[in-house]
């Protein structure tokens, strides 16, 4: 079975710092989403990594995969509390949109 | 556009009882995945409907079952519940494969 692991967990960090939250899986993939949750609401699509070396930016967010060390990591610059969320990333391996997610990472950024 | 849509938003139940969540896909997508999340966990897949089959299933009883209809909408039916059902139950809808778009859910809590 497919293991998708997160970490930090949890993330309490300063506004205007720097930060990186790493995604590990277990099995081969070309396909990683990153997804954003506010409290009580859905999910939010941010970025869609379909390549090795794909690597995706919006704002203070950006994305980065490397298939072959099974690895994503999403990089926060200079942080806004706005960015307070949950972030999880998910893989599909059988690419048809059977999603994998990991447990999530709680960012919460201070003001 | 509507994006995908979900009934109820809240619901209570008892153990034992039975439930069933609608949910309207995103116009344009023809594929309809459910999803559980339940409370600090990331989403675990259910299971995925297109063209009114069901098309892949996550690790879930068959006491979770499903339908889609003509017009792409799709139920999630849980009978015979227990308490570790309680959680948000996502419906996502795609063009396909790609990129999910998800409805804002639907929290059960099982008594």
């Known amino acids: 079975e497919l293991k998708v692991e997160q970490n930090p967990l949890f993330l309490s960090m300063q506004e205007g710092k720097n930060y990186t939250i790493y995604c590990n899986y277990s099995?081969?993939?070309?396909?990683l989403y990153w997804y954003r949750q506010d409290p009580g609401k859905s999910l939010e699509s941010l970025f869609v990594l379909l390549s090795n070396g794909a690597v995706k930016q919006e704002g203070r967010l950006m994305a980065s995969l490397d298939t072959k060390a099974r690895l994503s990591t999403l990089h926060i610059t200079a942080a806004v509390h706005d960015l307070s969320a949950t972030y999880f990333c998910a893989v599909d391996i059988y690419n048809f949109n059977k999603f994998y997610f990991g447990s999530g990472t709680k960012l919460n950024v201070k003001p | 556009d509507a994006g995908v849509t979900q009934s109820p938003t809240h619901l209570i139940k008892t153990r034992g009882q039975q439930v069933t969540l609608r949910c309207s896909p995103k116009?344009?997508?023809?594929?309809v995945s459910w999803y559980q999340q339940a409370l600090g966990q990331g989403p675990q897949f259910i299971f995925q409907y297109y063209e009114e089959e069901e098309r892949q299933r996550g690790n879930f009883p068959d006491r979770f079952s499903g339908h889609q209809f003509p017009n792409y909408s799709s139920e999630l039916n849980v009978n015979a519940l227990l308490l570790g059902d309680s959680a948000l139950y996502l419906c996502?809808?795609?063009?396909?494969?790609?990129?999910?778009?998800f409805g804002a859910g639907s929290r059960l809590t099982v008594l």
């Open positions: 116009s344009g997508h023809d594929t």
């Open positions: 099995t081969t993939s070309d396909r």
């Open positions: 996502a809808s795609s063009p396909g494969t790609f990129v999910l778009t």
